[in-house]
């Protein structure tokens, strides 16, 4: 089965431009995350969906940050204005239901200078 | 508040020997727990979980983990450690009590196997 999928793998944008990210879940997989792994933590949650429906976004900044998921499959995450901070690893996963295990994408880089 | 703790950012272990890489949680109802590994520049894969039953765990790579409810642990153990399994590990913990669903992650423990 195909796995979680995202794009694009590295991006490097300056502060105070915006940016977005896609991902595609495993096909069937309601619950969807998006994490925040900054270099040398742990993935910090930003938002997780199930189905169509936001089940958690209290890490979410929304002064900046915004997600959706169109349609309860495919998410993008945006970022609009980056800032300096934003550099981290951005991972999406999804999952068969909330109960189960998360299986994650390859990530995407994102720099910010 | 649920949490996950991994005590130990950095591990190191002779090849051959056992390995632990530890982890405590903290939640209000029952957990479910969960140990992922991360290879440079890679995502993270899951390796086990424990949901309920028997307390020990087996899981991907030879990899088992032993819950214990008392001392709130969920401790990642490996008779016998490869070069293969230096890489980075986290825990992670879903607090079942309804409507708190979420996926929470420690810190991260670097195991280094040395040859």
């Known amino acids: 089965e195909a796995g979680v999928a995202q794009s694009p793998r590295y991006k490097i944008i300056e502060k105070r431009q915006s940016v977005a990210f896609w991902c595609n879940p495993i096909?069937?997989?309601?619950?969807l995350y998006w994490y925040q792994q900054i270099l040398g933590q742990g993935p910090k949650l930003l938002i997780q969906?199930?189905?169509?429906?936001?089940?958690?976004d209290s890490q979410l900044p929304k002064d900046r940050f915004s997600a959706e998921r169109l349609k309860g499959v495919d998410s993008t995450l945006k970022i609009q204005p980056a800032k300096l901070e934003d550099s981290a690893v951005y991972l999406c996963?999804?999952?068969?239901?909330?109960?189960?295990?998360?299986?994650f994408g390859q990530g995407t880089r994102l720099t910010v200078v | 508040a649920q949490s996950v703790a991994q005590p130990e950012d950095q591990v190191n272990v002779a090849e051959g020997n056992p390995l632990t890489v530890k982890c405590t949680y903290s939640?209000?109802?029952?957990?479910?727990l969960f140990w992922y590994v991360q290879y440079p520049n890679r995502g993270l894969q899951f390796l086990l979980k424990y949901i309920t039953g028997d307390n020990l765990v087996k899981g991907s790579y030879g990899f088992e983990a032993e819950f214990n409810k008392s001392q709130t642990s969920f401790h990642l153990k490996k008779p016998s450690a490869l070069v293969s399994d230096s890489a980075l590990y986290f825990c992670?913990?879903?607090?079942?009590?309804?409507?708190?669903?979420?996926?929470?992650f420690g810190t991260g423990t670097r195991l280094t196997i040395i040859p």
């Open positions: 939640v209000s109802g029952n957990p479910y």
């Open positions: 996963a999804s999952s068969y239901g909330q109960l189960a295990e998360a299986f």
């Open positions: 969906f199930q189905n169509n429906g936001v089940v958690d």
């Open positions: 096909s069937g997989h309601a619950t």
């Open positions: 992670a913990v879903r607090d079942m009590n309804f409507g708190n669903e979420k996926l929470t």
